[in-house]
């Protein structure tokens, strides 16, 4: 669990920065964030408008993502980043692959750990990842050594690994491809449930889970689909 030097949500409001929040668990974890009453300020930092409007949250619209250097001035003063920003392996290279997620995940995180050095920093990995990093799956290696390099810059860190996510309260997949599966999926996300309670989330649960795990709550630093569905399954008291 992040004990101690973290600085728990419970003794003043919080400050969160989220990256991804366009993609399929940004928008939940957005949703969550907005909704939560510990939360008084919210930084979205995106390459497009997000539509999404509320009091306490604040977009940036910033292009390079290899490059923080012109908005520094506005990411100090944070207690937590949630970093929700992923591509898939299909079609890459290992080197197109790793610049597309260990180098853009690390040009955000060394930014922020130098201007936030007690930030809790929620990566969202997958199950499945190489923390090895020399295993025979390609995106599952370089997801590992981005977990690891995460774990290392930050001394509070959680790598969050979900298995199947079920989009919940009108959040979508940015892809049509992945909207139209997910829709078919999601008849029979009820039975899937049933019989995976411990494989199969959904947006609203991860969103809850991964601000609970920013909090101090989680059990451990790598958090699989079983302990992220325990901790996403009700709100802190």
Same mark, same amino acid.
């Given at each position: 669990?992040?004990?101690?030097?973290?600085?728990?949500?419970?003794?003043?409001?919080?400050?969160?920065?989220?990256?991804?929040?366009?993609?399929?668990?940004?928008?939940?974890?957005?949703?969550?964030?907005?909704?939560?009453?510990?939360?008084?300020?919210?930084?979205?930092?995106?390459?497009?408008?997000?539509?999404?409007?509320?009091?306490?949250?604040?977009?940036?619209?910033?292009?390079?993502?290899?490059?923080?250097?012109?908005?520094?001035?506005?990411?100090?003063?944070?207690?937590?980043?949630?970093?929700?920003?992923?591509?898939?392996?299909?079609?890459?290279?290992?080197?197109?692959?790793?610049?597309?997620?260990? =180098?853009?995940?690390?040009?955000?995180?060394?930014?922020?750990?130098?201007?936030?050095?007690?930030?809790?920093?929620?990566?969202?990995?997958?199950?499945?990842?190489?923390?090895?990093?020399?295993?025979?799956?390609?995106?599952?290696?370089?997801?590992?050594?981005?977990?690891?390099?995460?774990?290392?810059?930050?001394?509070?860190?959680?790598?969050?690994?979900?298995?199947?996510?079920?989009?919940?309260?009108?959040?979508?997949?940015?892809?049509?491809?992945?909207?139209?599966?997910?829709?078919?999926?999601?008849?029979?996300?009820?039975?899937?449930?049933?019989?995976?309670?411990?494989?199969?989330?959904?947006?609203?649960?991860?969103?809850?889970?991964?601000?609970?795990?920013?909090?101090?709550?989680?059990?451990?630093?790598?958090?699989?689909?079983? =302990?992220?569905?325990?901790?996403?399954?009700?709100?802190?008291?």
């Amino acid at each position: 669990m992040i004990h101690d030097s973290h600085l728990r949500w419970y003794d003043s409001p919080v400050h969160a920065i989220l990256f991804g929040a366009t993609g399929m668990v940004g928008q939940g974890v957005l949703r969550e964030l907005l909704l939560d009453p510990d939360v008084q300020r919210v930084l979205v930092v995106v390459r497009r408008p997000t539509g999404v409007s509320h009091p306490k949250l604040r977009e940036i619209v910033h292009s390079d993502f290899y490059d923080f250097s012109s908005i520094e001035s506005q990411l100090s003063g944070y207690d937590a980043c949630f970093f929700c920003l992923g591509v898939t392996s299909l079609g890459k290279t290992e080197a197109e692959y790793r610049r597309l997620t260990y =180098d853009l995940t690390l040009a955000a995180a060394t930014t922020l750990a130098r201007l936030n050095p007690k930030m809790a920093f929620l990566y969202v990995s997958g199950t499945g990842t190489d923390s090895s990093e020399h295993g025979r799956t390609m995106w599952a290696r370089v997801k590992g050594a981005t977990e690891n390099a995460l774990l290392r810059l930050f001394p509070n860190a959680c790598m969050i690994r979900p298995g199947y996510i079920q989009p919940m309260h009108g959040v979508q997949s940015p892809s049509t491809g992945t909207r139209r599966a997910y829709a078919i999926i999601g008849v029979a996300y009820p039975v899937l449930r049933a019989l995976f309670p411990k494989s199969v989330t959904n947006t609203e649960e991860l969103g809850r889970a991964m601000i609970r795990a920013a909090r101090g709550e989680a059990p451990k630093k790598v958090l699989e689909p079983a =302990d992220l569905i325990a901790l996403g399954s009700t709100r802190s008291a």
